[in-house]
């Protein structure tokens, strides 16, 4: 297809399926978007709280062997497969920024907690780009 196709195809909102979308979705089927944040933005929010004062709660859905490797000073550790049972435990008046590796499970785990009403963002790159941009971190088992 060229190019002039496909922006017509876009612009006219003709709907192909495509033979990438897994069999479970649709091809109207809408992602979700989800809030993100970067390393720098988030440095900034948790050494100068917004408008409600409270600084984001960073919640990190690693798993226990990920976390103890590197993780962010002060994040909150709840692996991804906890979330359902441990939901009632977050925070619904602060904003939470979900921390993970390189920033997949996050975007999925923040689209999550929006769908239930959580003000959530995903932080882009996760923990990797946290300590690359010079974000403190800590090792071992947690104090």
């Known amino acids: 297809m060229g190019i002039w196709q496909a922006i017509r195809r876009l612009v006219s909102r003709e709907r192909t399926p495509s033979p990438h979308l897994p069999a479970t979705m649709d091809a109207d089927e809408v992602e979700p978007v989800v809030a993100e944040i970067t390393a720098h933005e988030l440095r900034e929010a948790l050494a100068q709280p917004g408008p409600g004062g409270s600084p984001p709660l960073v919640l990190d859905v690693r798993e226990p062997y990920e976390w103890r490797q590197v ?23 602060r904003r939470i920024v979900v921390v993970c590796a390189h920033g997949s499970r996050s975007y999925s785990v923040a689209a999550w907690l929006t769908e239930h009403g959580y003000p959530a963002a995903s932080l882009q790159g996760g923990i990797t780009q946290w300590t690359i941009q010079g974000g403190p971190i800590e090792q071992g088992a947690p104090q």
Not at 75 to 88: I, K
């Open 71 to 93: 993780r962010m000073p002060g994040a909150r550790h709840m692996p991804m497969n906890r979330m359902p049972e441990q939901l009632d435990d977050l925070p619904r008046d």
